[in-house]
């Protein structure tokens, strides 16, 4: 119960700290100094459980699944997005803006299977790793499927 709490408040934390940084258009504190806060806030948090009669291994063991469930929804948040921009957004710009959207999608998803091998190993989760790596194999093929079907079905609208 302790641990799902923590996970939403870093969830939330994390939301903040990018909102804040998309308002203002640059970073407000830099990812390598929230890093280091992260971690310095790790350990308080397991010196903490620790003087409150909790095992080492088991605070450690703690602290490492909030900071994975944190990781992941930081990583899982801009790959639905992502998903939801490459086919809602319309081609305003011109036919080819699809190309640049699903190339940017790519990138994303790519960066978020990523994180989900790194929180996979953060928490010693062999599946996780498992579903990222399949992940991380799939895009490239999706984004190329993706990017034929729009180029001949585009050329099939000009035919017509």
Known sequence: MIEEIFVLIYALIIITFVGLNIRKGSFIIEPAKLLLVVIILSVIATFMLYLKGIDIYLA????????????MFAGALPMILAGIGLFRFGDEFGPNIFYVRN???????????????????LIFRLDLVAVGFFFFVLIPFCGNALANAYYYSYQRRLRE
């Open 60 to 71: 450690i063991k703690s602290i490492a699944k909030i900071l994975a469930g944190g990781i």
């Open 103 to 121: 190339h940017i999608t790519g990138v994303i998803d790519t960066v978020a299977s990523f994180v989900m091998i790194f929180a996979g190993l």
